[in-house]
């Protein structure tokens, strides 16, 4: 990936998410299962929750005057009547845990003292409860594509109830509730009843993260997904290497980041993948890892012999190297086993391939790859060898049934199976 490729993609990302913001009013045009109309009784209060309370602001909220207060320990955020998911289900329980402190933790005061006698106290909101209603409610699952976000959240006293399909939708809705929880001037926690039907537009929302170029310390990372939580994305795409350095520490290969991270203090061991992992899981965030080929792959060659192509000048070898070697099929020995460790690391159903930013200049010096190429019968069109290269690597993880994203040069090069690949990835515009 290109650093043009990144800047525009951190720029634009959140431009299209902002301008196309979920309305405010508009009527429902996706329901899950259950989730019913609001009470026909209502009327919208206009400024009752001013609209920059909440983000992303829903598909459908209506709000009433009223407010309800929330008293930090009585309240509770439990599951409720006919929920498929139970105490057991760690991933609430965790969930519980965590807003209960966004709430109410993290308070300008920590002692909350009584209002005046002459206010009057708003009715008390005693709980929450959180009812999941798939049949298997995903508690130890990982999100995917296809995961169900949609939630229906109702503030009424004394019980307010946040219905979900899945626990994917359950999390949104509970960050919602949370947002709409805040400080009176007396220091009680308020909420203004309120009735939110909620499904994201877009069941692709994610944010790239460059560890390569910038190593990231483990904490900066997980800081990252708890604010991409707050903002209710939901794929972290992770850009673990390219050229300038190689921190993921392979399990299959450890000398690729012995020598090629920056040092090895800047790495991210076994252990540390599987917490993220597992952190953004807890979160609804998928994680999909990027490992960029047969570009960008600098600190590839650094801890792996023969794997990058020796570059020439006046038919003698300059020292330097190019792109991965695609003529050798010690490359695609290498590829195979180590994207076989990729994919059962992570757990995502899709792994992204790059392709993109190939500069063919250090293959066209190289006599083997010229030799090659004439008995190919691909000419001087080094994209065809790009295309065969890469065509290698999709049938590699194809066949650890993993999807394949790649950047859009790989369909600008005709590659063989770009086609085929159209129905069963995803493209992204570099």
Same mark, same amino acid.
């Given at each position: 990936?290109?650093? *043009?490729?990144?800047?525009l993609?951190?720029?634009l990302?959140?431009? *299209?998410?902002?301008?196309?913001?979920?309305?405010?009013?508009?009527?429902?045009?996706?329901?899950?299962?259950?989730?019913?109309?609001?009470?026909?009784?209502?009327?919208?209060?206009?400024?009752?929750?001013?609209?920059?309370?909440?983000?992303?602001?829903? @598909?459908?909220?209506?709000?009433?005057?009223?407010?309800? @207060?929330?008293?930090?320990?009585?309240?509770?955020?439990?599951?409720?009547?006919?929920?498929?998911?139970? &105490?057991?289900?760690?991933?609430?329980?965790?969930?519980?845990?965590?807003?209960?402190?966004?709430?109410?933790?993290?308070?300008?005061?920590r002692?909350?003292?009584?209002?005046?006698?002459?206010?009057?106290?708003?009715?008390?909101? #005693?709980?929450?409860?959180?009812?999941?209603?798939a049949?298997d409610p995903?508690?130890? #699952?990982?999100p995917?594509?296809?995961?169900?976000?949609?939630?229906?959240?109702?503030?009424t006293?004394?019980?307010?109830? /946040?219905?979900?399909?899945?626990?994917?939708?359950?999390?949104?809705g509970?960050?919602?509730?949370?947002?709409? *929880?805040?400080?009176?001037?007396?220091?009680?926690?308020?909420?203004?009843?309120?009735e939110?039907?909620?499904?994201?537009?877009?069941?692709?929302?994610?944010?790239?993260?460059?560890?390569?170029?910038?190593y990231?310390?483990?904490?900066?990372?997980?800081?990252?997904?708890?604010?991409?939580?707050?903002?209710?994305?939901?794929?972290?795409?992770?850009?673990?290497?390219?050229?300038?350095?190689?921190?993921?520490?392979?399990?299959?290969?450890?000398?690729?980041?012995?020598?090629?991270?920056?040092?090895c203090?800047?790495?991210?061991?076994?252990?540390d993948?599987?917490?993220?992992?597992?952190?953004?899981?807890?979160?609804?965030?998928?994680?999909?890892?990027?490992?960029?080929?047969?570009?960008?792959?600098?600190?590839?060659?650094?801890g792996?012999?023969?794997? /990058?192509?020796?570059?020439?000048?006046?038919?003698?070898?300059?020292?330097?190297?190019?792109? *991965?070697?695609?003529?050798?099929?010690?490359?695609?020995?290498?590829?195979?086993?180590?994207?076989?460790?990729?994919?059962?690391?992570?757990?995502?159903?899709?792994?992204?391939?790059?392709?993109?930013?190939?500069?063919?200049s250090?293959?066209?010096?190289?006599?083997?790859?010229?030799?090659f190429?004439?008995?190919?019968?691909?000419?001087?069109?080094? &994209?065809?060898?790009?295309?065969?290269?890469?065509?290698?690597?999709?049938?590699?993880?194809?066949?650890?049934?993993?999807?394949?994203?790649?950047?859009?040069e790989?369909?600008?090069?005709?590659?063989?199976?770009?086609?085929?690949?159209?129905? &069963?990835? /995803?493209?992204?515009?570099?």
């Amino acid at each position: 990936m290109g650093l *043009v490729g990144l800047l525009l993609g951190l720029v634009l990302v959140p431009a *299209v998410l902002v301008s196309t913001s979920l309305r405010h009013g508009a009527p429902r045009t996706e329901a899950g299962p259950g989730l019913g109309p609001s009470p026909a009784d209502w009327e919208l209060a206009a400024g009752a929750v001013p609209e920059d309370s909440l983000w992303p602001l829903p @598909q459908w909220l209506r709000t009433s005057s009223r407010q309800l @207060q929330l008293a930090p320990g009585r309240f509770q955020l439990v599951h409720g009547a006919g929920s498929s998911a139970r &105490a057991g289900c760690g991933l609430l329980q965790d969930a519980f845990r965590r807003y209960y402190e966004y709430m109410f933790g993290h308070s300008r005061r920590r002692r909350w003292s009584r209002r005046p006698l002459s206010a009057r106290a708003e009715p008390e909101l #005693s709980e929450l409860q959180v009812v999941i209603e798939a049949p298997d409610p995903g508690c130890d #699952s990982y999100p995917h594509l296809g995961s169900s976000e949609a939630y229906q959240l109702t503030v009424t006293e004394p019980v307010a109830i /946040l219905k979900a399909y899945e626990v994917w939708g359950a999390l949104r809705g509970l960050e919602t509730f949370s947002q709409l *929880v805040h400080e009176g001037d007396y220091g009680s926690f308020l909420v203004n009843e309120s009735e939110i039907n909620d499904f994201p537009r877009f069941a692709h929302r994610g944010i790239l993260l460059d560890t390569s170029r910038h190593y990231l310390p483990l904490k900066s990372i997980l800081t990252n997904l708890d604010a991409m939580a707050f903002n209710k994305f939901n794929v972290l795409h992770w850009h673990i290497v390219d050229d300038q350095s190689f921190p993921y520490q392979s399990i299959y290969f450890p000398e690729l980041s012995d020598k090629g991270a920056y040092s090895c203090n800047l790495i991210y061991t076994p252990a540390d993948v599987r917490l993220v992992i597992e952190y953004a899981r807890l979160r609804g965030i998928r994680v999909i890892p990027e490992f960029d080929t047969p570009g960008h792959t600098q600190s590839w060659g650094k801890g792996q012999k023969d794997l /990058l192509t020796p570059c020439y000048n006046g038919g003698q070898p300059t020292g330097s190297f190019g792109p *991965v070697n695609p003529i050798l099929n010690t490359t695609y020995d290498f590829m195979t086993k180590f994207f076989k460790e990729i994919s059962s690391v992570f757990p995502d159903a899709y792994i992204h391939l790059g392709g993109d930013e190939v500069d063919f200049s250090c293959w066209k010096s190289n006599p083997e790859v010229k030799e090659f190429m004439k008995k190919q019968g691909f000419g001087s069109d080094y &994209a065809k060898l790009e295309s065969y290269y890469i065509q290698k690597i999709l049938d590699i993880v194809s066949s650890y049934n993993k999807g394949q994203i790649i950047w859009q040069e790989v369909f600008d090069h005709k590659a063989q199976g770009a086609g085929q690949l159209m129905t &069963a990835a /995803l493209v992204v515009l570099a």
